[in-house]
């Protein structure tokens, strides 16, 4: 079976500080990684996704993800927050043959202060 | 923005009352999802598809069914709502016999049974 967690709640950020928000996962095989955001009252909107190759992934508003095989993580970084970024943030993951619908993590809310 | 559709957007009912939740998506998606949200909280998988006629149920059993007579909808339906059922549904939909593409999420249905 495959699972994401999503190790804590709530991150609090100033803004202009570099943000990371953890995710550590567990499937077999190859994962394939995602992020997304939530806004309230709204769907999720992807960010960036890991499937093979540069360790370092770079998506949508700055955001950028980290992937390390051997402590099975994905953290999602962004060099500079801004106080918009403040949203629920889901990692995801799926194995490599596609068997199940992607599985989230129960989410991180991002909190970026003025 | 993502092609993917649903209404109505907010819903109120009675207890014991049928209802159907629409999800129509036109981007010849073969694979699409239903997943339950409580606010700002976690994702449950509730029903996925792989195509028309396919039909799998998730990891949370909602009570509810769901049919893919077309590609493009996957409505999803409760017999009899009950008060426990008030949650946020979101639709989502993704490409076919590809792991590594990203699912596409609708705007969710916010359902309050009273």
């Known amino acids: 079976a495959q699972s994401v967690a999503q190790p804590e709640d709530q991150v609090n950020v100033a803004e202009g500080n570099p943000l990371t928000v953890k995710c550590t996962y567990s499937?077999?095989?190859?994962?394939?990684l995602f992020w997304y955001v939530q806004y309230p009252n709204r769907g999720l909107q992807f960010l960036l996704k890991?499937?093979?190759?540069?360790?370092l992934v770079k998506g949508s508003y700055g955001f950028e993800a980290e992937f390390n095989k051997s402590q099975t993580s994905f953290h999602l970084k962004k060099p500079s927050a801004l106080v918009s970024d403040s949203a629920l943030y889901f990692c995801?993951?799926?194995?490599?043959?596609?068997?199940?619908?992607?599985?989230f993590g129960s989410g991180t809310r991002l909190q970026v202060q003025p | 923005e993502a092609d993917i559709y649903q209404t109505p957007r907010y819903l109120v009912i009675g207890t014991g009352k049928k209802i159907t939740l629409e999800c129509s998506q036109t981007?010849?998606?073969?694979?699409m999802y239903w997943y339950q949200q409580d606010p700002g909280m976690e994702l449950h998988l509730i029903h996925y598809?792989?195509?028309?006629?396919?039909?799998e149920k998730g990891d949370l059993s909602s009570e509810s069914t769901v049919s893919r007579i077309r590609t493009e909808h996957f409505p999803l339906t409760l017999e009899s709502a009950r008060p426990s059922h008030t949650s946020q549904y979101l639709c989502?939909?993704?490409?076919?016999?590809?792991?590594?593409?990203?699912?596409?999420f609708g705007q969710g249905t916010r359902l309050t049974v009273v």
């Open positions: 995801a993951v799926s194995d490599s043959m596609g068997r199940r619908a992607l599985t």
């Open positions: 981007m010849g998606h073969d694979k």
């Open positions: 499937v077999s095989g190859n994962p394939y």
């Open positions: 598809s792989y195509g028309v006629n396919s039909t």
């Open positions: 890991y499937i093979t190759g540069d360790n």
């Open positions: 989502a939909s993704s490409e076919k016999g590809a792991a590594n593409t990203e699912a596409f």
